[in-house]
Each structure stands twice: as C-alpha cells, then as structure tokens.
C-alpha cells in the first residue's frame, strides 16, 4: 500500500532548507571543511608536545634543584652529580641531533620557513621524537635557550605528520596545516594563542599562503593548542608582574629613544649570531665525535654556571618580574645583560636544538631596567617606573631581531596580562625596527634560512663535481 504523500500527488513532499544547505555546503566547500578539522587535531596534538615538552624539562631541574638543596652536607658530590649529569644531557641532545636529523639543530623555524617555501623537506617521523628528546636534554642541562623554538618546529611537522596520515595530498591542505602547527607550537609555548597566530602571518609572511581558510586554520590550531596548555597548566600568565599605571604622554620620547638603542642591539646580535655560527661549524667540521664532545663541554660549563652563577644559565624567566619590580642594582643590570648575551650567543649559535626569544625577552628586560633607571634619576618629575622600560624592552628587543613588531606587542601582553603599557609598547617596538631597517639590519630567520639555503647549494655543487 502506497503512502499519502505518493496516493495523493498534489500533497507537497516535507523539505528541510537547512539540512539542504548544509549539504550543499559541504559538497562545494570539502576542502575548506578538511583543512579546518585537520587544524583542530594538529592543535591538540601540536599543543599536547608543546605543554609535555614543558613539564619534562620542569620535572628534570625540579628533580635536580632538590638534589642540590637536600645533598647540602656533601657539597663536592652534588656538584659533581650537577656537572656530570648536565654534560651527559647535553651530549646525548647533541648526539641525537647529529646522528639522526640534523634538522632539528637550533631552533627550527628557519626550516619550518623553507617547508612553507617547498624548498625543504618535511621529515616529521624523525623530527618529532629527536627535537622532543634531544630539546629536553639540553635545555634541561643549563644552556640559555627557550623552549618555543622546538614547540614551533614540532607543531609544524606535526601538521605534515596529519596531513600524511589522512593522506592528503594538496599542496595548499599541507602547507596550511604546517603553518597551523607552527602557531600552535608557539601558542602552547608562551600561553598566547593570538601572538602564535600572529607569528605565523607576520613572520613568515613570504611563505604563508594567505586566505581565509588558512587563516581560520592558524586561528583554530592556536585556540585549541591553548586550551590544552591551560587544561593541563593552569590560566595564569606565564610571567606574572604587577599591575602598572599610564605612561605619561610627555614621558614617551623616551620610549622611543629606548627603541631606537635596541634597533642598534637587534642588528649587532643578529650579526653576532651568523658569525658565531660560522665559528662552530668551522670548529666541529660537522664531525659527530666533535659535535657531541662540544655539548658535552658546553653541559658541563653550565652545570658549573647552575652551581655558582644560576643567574645567567637557563631562559631566564625568573629574571623578568625582578628587573620590573627594581629588585636589582644598576651595576647588576648591566653586568647580568653583558653575561647573558655572551650566553645567550653561545648557546644558540652552537646548534644545540632550543630557541632564543625567551631568552631575548630577559635580555630586553634586563636592558630596558638599565634605560629605566637611568631615566628614573636624570628625570626624577617624571611619574614613570623603571618596570615600564623593562616591560617595553621586552618586546622592542624580539622586534628589532626577529622583525615582527606586532607579534612582539601581543607576545608580551599576553605573557603579563598587562594592558596598560600598549602604547610605550608601540612606540619602542616601532623605534626598534625602524632603527634596525635604517641601519640594514635583516630578520634573524631570514638570515638564517638564507645561511642554510647557500650551505645546501655548496654542498649540492660539490656532490655534483664529484
């Protein structure tokens, strides 16, 4: 027996417009539709190893700080276990790097930069877990690096590593997920999904391909890289300051002077950094038993500056809220910001795999604390704090290096949660880089990405000779 609705042809059959469109939407936009679920897994996974990347190399110097507080009686023995282990942990990162994927040497983004550009390979089954363990070794042990250079380069494989999973093979569905994992690496990272998306549209604006959908990507990768951080460790700031009144507006010709000194900074440390490279390489010879006993040296360094000199080892976070509260003398500044620079240069440019804006934000800090004070006592009548000028210093400072000024503002509200310094942020983040432009200065991954691309040609022509 027929039903009504066929007995009876004149009856109108029920639509459903929503379910039509919907439909329909799918069917036109499947590949906007992938691209922006594929994002969200890259974002939790991207934000799983950034956030476990961190808690290991936190449980590690826990572990071993409590060693060294409980083993007072025996002060030989725990500097011995400090210096050993530190060295052992930094040659094994070494080793990892060399012996499996040298790729992962440094901070990485210059390589995520060549996959955005098609110039480099994407090896995720071997990056991922070397620039995991090795970055925990060696960040670990002492040496003065971030861990936000290993979370970006470990959240763009990660994007390639679930594009080949789901076995996608458009070229614009790939790079877009690379670029998600990146923003989420740095999301995670620092506790700041807008300066992770940011990150990626400004800073690798060459490479980036620019359109809704991949920025709607970015945007979800970085939201859900967040929510997992904060589900795990918590939503406090990562650097929490205390609150800070309006500069004055007749104070912030000052800022903008600050700005300019870092632009000079920025120049001269980029500089620093290629020419050390330089250096490294020529001592190693990229020879495995020189490259690892060179991170064994270098541990064992750092196991005696953690001892002695804790100050000018690690990231230096712990730095950033004395140099605001003016917990620090003028000498000590500027004796802390010359030491850690020496640092901060060795380190990085050795090829140990961490990164270097977290240890620059101390450095600007640092800096901007030395202007502060200065200011404080050559303009008593001015209503402004030393912690004003270090907040400001910390931004200019990755501004004037990396050159993405607005990754820099939002990088460091974000970290403090500090809304009130937007304005002296800007103005030193654009007294940075226009400085640094002036005087011919390039961006520091840039830089490198260039170094490495020149090292592959040589080598291809020399394989080619032969």
Request: include cysteine.
């Amino acid at each position: 027996m027929l039903p009504p609705s066929i007995k009876n042809p004149s009856q109108k059959i029920p639509s459903f417009p929503a379910l039509a469109c919907l439909i329909s939407y799918i069917v036109t936009h499947k590949t906007p539709l992938i691209i922006l679920l594929l994002s969200l897994f890259v974002g939790v996974i991207a934000g799983l190893l950034s956030t476990f990347f961190d808690l290991a190399i936190d449980a590690i110097m826990h572990f071993r700080d409590k060693e060294m507080r409980q083993n007072v009686s025996s002060p030989l023995l725990t500097a011995i276990g400090v210096i050993s282990s530190s060295a052992v942990f930094c040659a094994l990162g070494f080793y990892l790097v060399m012996r499996f994927a040298p790729e992962t040497k440094g901070s990485g983004i210059p390589d995520i930069e060549g996959a955005l550009d098609e110039i480099s390979p994407v090896r995720w089954w071997r990056v991922i877990p070397i620039k995991f363990i090795a970055g925990i070794a060696t960040v670990s042990s002492g040496l003065v690096l971030g861990r936000e250079g290993p979370s970006v380069q470990m959240g763009g494989n990660t994007g390639a590593m679930i594009c080949a999973l789901f076995k996608q093979k458009s070229s614009e569905i790939r790079l877009t997920l690379i670029a998600s994992g990146s923003a989420a690496g740095l999301a995670a990272a620092f506790n700041a999904p807008i300066a992770g998306m940011m990150f990626v549209i400004e800073e690798m604006r060459p490479e980036f391909k620019y359109n809704l959908i991949s920025i709607k990507a970015v945007m979800i990768a970085s939201i859900m890289a967040t929510v997992v951080y904060r589900s795990i460790q918590g939503q406090a700031p990562m650097i929490e300051l205390p609150v800070t009144h309006n500069a004055p507006l007749y104070s912030l010709f000052l800022f903008l002077i600050l700005g300019g000194l870092f632009g000079g900074l920025g120049v001269i440390f980029n500089a620093l950094v290629i020419a050390l490279m330089g250096g490294f390489e020529r001592l190693h010879q990229n020879k495995i038993t020189r490259f690892i006993a060179l991170g064994g040296v270098f541990g064992a360094v750092f196991g005696v500056i953690l001892i002695f000199f804790p100050s000018i080892s690690g990231s230096g976070a712990s730095l950033i809220p004395e140099a605001v509260n003016e917990e620090m003398s003028l000498s000590m500044l500027f004796l802390l910001f010359f030491l850690r620079a020496g640092t901060t240069l060795l380190c990085f440019s050795s090829g140990a795999p961490g990164g270097v804006f977290a240890p620059m934000l101390a450095l600007g800090a640092l800096f901007g604390a030395c202007f502060g004070t200065l200011c404080t006592s050559f303009f008593p009548s001015l209503e402004i704090s030393i912690g004003m000028f270090a907040i400001s210093g910390m931004s200019a400072l990755f501004a004037a290096t990396v050159r993405a000024p607005v990754t820099g503002i939002l990088l460091i509200i974000e970290l403090t949660q500090e809304y009130t310094l937007i304005l002296p942020l800007m103005i030193t983040v654009l007294g940075a880089t226009i400085t640094a432009q002036a005087l011919g200065g390039q961006p520091l991954y840039s830089l490198l990405l260039a170094r490495s691309i020149e090292k592959e040609q040589k080598k291809a022509a020399l394989t080619t000779e032969k």
